[in-house]
């Protein structure tokens, strides 16, 4: 399967899904107008290559400065989606990075990590 580059704009994410490392990135302002027609092509590929995944090294990172509340409902899916790879005996890690300051995006962070019960969950700052 080949690798998943999109560049970010003003309203919607940059996208790097590294399929053959297991390394994904979802980074920046995710406020689309067509959200379906964004996310669903993509994480239908991201969830076809983790279904087939046992004993593998995942890794999601999400480093979103907004998000509306469509999208909030497509991350409630990919933390479902890793949390679904962890519990198959993959070592799932997801990293929710916030700029310092920003604590309502430290809360939604800490909100999401809390419903992981097999992946491993990393709340990290950064100074912008």
């Excluded at 890690?93 to 419903?115: P, R």
């Amino acid at each position: 399967m080949g690798n998943i580059k999109i560049n970010g704009s003003d309203r919607s994410p940059e996208i790097n899904f590294g399929f053959g490392a297991n390394v994904f990135l979802l980074k920046g302002e995710s406020y689309t107008e067509d959200i379906t027609a964004f996310y669903d092509p993509v994480i239908s590929k991201l969830e076809e290559h983790l279904a087939g995944l046992t004993g593998a090294t995942v890794q999601f990172t999400c480093e979103l400065i907004y998000f509306n509340s469509s999208t909030a409902k497509v991350l409630m899916g990919l933390f479902e989606t890793f949390e679904e790879t962890a519990s198959d005996g993959n070592d799932v890690t997801v990293i929710w990075i916030h700029e310092t300051d920003d604590d309502n995006m430290k809360e939604i962070g800490e909100e999401f990590g809390e419903d992981l019960e097999h992946a491993n969950f990393e709340l990290k700052a950064v100074e912008v």
